[in-house]
């Protein structure tokens, strides 16, 4: 299995640009998760998906941030426009269903975002 | 304040000490202790994880929870340079809405020979 696919790996645009960060999770996963790293905040969960239905979305930090799950292969998450504080690392992660330890999350590599 | 405090380090140590990392929380809801190691410009990748209190060990890693006190720790035996890492603990409680994680900010250590 080639594991959570994250695309593109490096993305550096200029302020008020659009971005679109892209995901293929582990075949058979039934959990989407986008998350957002930085030095200061961590690892913070901006929105989670469950057979392509978004459940949670209080993590997105305001509506530049949107999201979408249109197949079980495929999540875009999407900054529109983009400022220079969105820089971050953007990962995706997928997780299978059922019980305990049901939380164990695979991460793709990250999308390095620079918006300057 | 947060739900999860993790003291950032960084940490050096030598080759072949003992490492203590520690977390600690305040959402008694929580279940699931995890710890995660993320390498450089890597992904995180699940390490151990636990349910409720006590130890649990895994070569020369063991987690252990302390729910009275909400305070997780992870200790390496026998450190090395290849676990020159950051790790993030995170922690969970199952919601009809699924395994949704909280993560501590991460402690980044640095095993020196």
């Known amino acids: 299995d080639a594991g959570v696919i994250q695309s593109p790996r490096h993305e550096v645009t200029e302020m008020g640009q659009e971005v679109t960060l892209r995901c293929k999770p582990i075949?058979?996963?039934?959990?989407l998760f986008w998350y957002r790293q930085t030095m200061m905040r961590g690892l913070e969960l901006l929105i989670y998906?469950?057979?392509?239905?978004?459940?949670?979305d209080s993590g997105m930090p305001e509506d530049r941030f949107s999201a979408k799950m249109p197949n079980a292969s495929f999540s875009t998450l999407k900054i529109q426009p983009s400022e220079p504080r969105d820089s971050a690392v953007y990962f995706c992660?997928?997780?299978?269903?059922?019980?305990?330890?049901?939380?164990?999350?695979?991460f793709g590599p990250g999308t390095r975002l620079t918006v300057t | 304040q947060k739900e999860v405090e993790q003291d950032p380090g960084p940490l050096s140590v030598p080759e072949g000490a003992i490492v203590s990392l520690n977390c600690t929380y305040s959402?008694?809801?929580?279940?699931?202790f995890m710890w995660y190691r993320q390498y450089s410009r890597k992904g995180p990748e699940l390490l151990m994880y636990?349910?409720?209190?006590g130890n649990k060990e895994d070569g020369r890693f063991t987690a252990q929870v302390d729910k009275s006190s909400k305070y997780i720790s992870l200790f390496i035996r026998d450190s090395q340079p290849s676990d020159s890492a950051t790790y993030l603990c995170?922690?969970?409680?199952?919601?009809?809405?699924?395994?949704?994680?909280?993560f501590g900010t991460g402690t980044q250590l640095k095993v020196e020979l």
């Open positions: 992660a997928s997780s299978p269903s059922g019980g305990p330890p049901l939380m164990e999350q695979y």
């Open positions: 075949s058979g996963h039934d959990y």
């Open positions: 998906f469950n057979n392509n239905v978004p459940i949670d």
């Open positions: 959402n008694s809801a929580f279940q699931y």
């Open positions: 636990t349910y409720s209190s």
């Open positions: 995170a922690m969970s409680y199952l919601t009809g809405g699924g395994n949704k994680l909280t």
